[in-house]
């Protein structure tokens, strides 16, 4: 089985911090994701990462960065929050061109 | 620019009582469409894969359809354990290498089944 972890489930960070959010997967997956949903607006891809150390922009990248610098680890850092960036954060893993397999979200409150 | 629309948004069922989800996609060249199941506070649960017109999958009550302009969930005799968000993706063919890798998600519809 596929698995996906992520660092934290909820998180409370005041605004103008700088947060780290962290995801693992343990299937050799080549391509990793990092997603936010939230009401009424859907999952929107923030970022992804096709190799180790490739990245590359979704669609709503400003106010985020990334890291891989192994396969199995994929960080979102959110260089100074913001509380427009409250929201679920969700990490996914793939093969290729198959299947996304997602991690149980980290909730993030800025206050 | 790839488009998903799932409807309808919300679905109220009795148990027992069959109905379908639609997912319509407008995308340049499919490459896979998939249906994830998300469950409050989770994350997305990954369903079917369905790569061409006509191709059909089935698991326990739900079984996934697909055509050329959009995909069907069809819940067979729903329980109330079937209550979840139901999302619909698509893959297109891409132009350059990451992009290849990319889902479009619908907004999904919010299926609930009363007892």
């Known amino acids: 089985d596929v698995k996906v972890t992520q660092s934290s489930r909820y998180l409370v960070k005041r605004t103008g911090e700088k947060v780290f959010l962290e995801c693992v997967q343990d299937?050799?997956?080549?391509?990793m994701f990092w997603y936010r949903q939230d009401p009424g607006l859907g999952l929107r891809l923030i970022y992804f990462?096709?190799?180790?150390?490739?990245?590359e922009k979704g669609d709503i990248p400003e106010g985020y960065s990334v890291s891989r610098e192994k396969k199995e680890r994929f960080s979102l850092i959110l260089e100074s929050a913001s509380t427009n960036q409250t929201s679920m954060y969700l990490c996914?893993?793939?093969?290729?061109?198959?299947?996304?397999?997602f991690g149980p979200g980290t909730r993030l409150l800025v206050l | 620019e790839d488009q998903v629309t799932q409807s309808p948004e919300a679905l109220r069922l009795q148990e027992g009582e069959s109905s379908s989800l639609n997912c319509s996609y407008t995308?340049?060249?499919?490459?896979?469409l998939f249906w994830y199941r998300q469950d409050p506070g989770k994350g997305p649960e990954f369903l079917f894969t369905?790569?061409?017109a006509g191709e059909e999958k089935e698991k326990e009550r739900l079984k996934a359809t697909l055509t050329k302009k959009e995909s069907f969930l069809h819940i067979t005799a729903p329980k109330p354990e079937d209550s979840a968000t139901y999302l619909c993706?698509?893959?297109?063919?891409?132009?350059?290498?990451?992009?290849?890798?990319?889902?479009?998600f619908g907004k999904g519809t919010l299926l609930t089944v009363n007892p």
């Open positions: 993706a698509v893959q297109a063919v891409g132009s350059s290498g990451g992009s290849n890798y990319k889902l479009t």
């Open positions: 299937m050799d997956h080549e391509n």
């Open positions: 369905l790569y061409s």
């Open positions: 990462s096709y190799d180790v150390k490739m990245k």
């Open positions: 996914a893993s793939s093969l290729r061109r198959g299947a996304q397999y």
């Open positions: 995308v340049s060249g499919l490459r896979g």
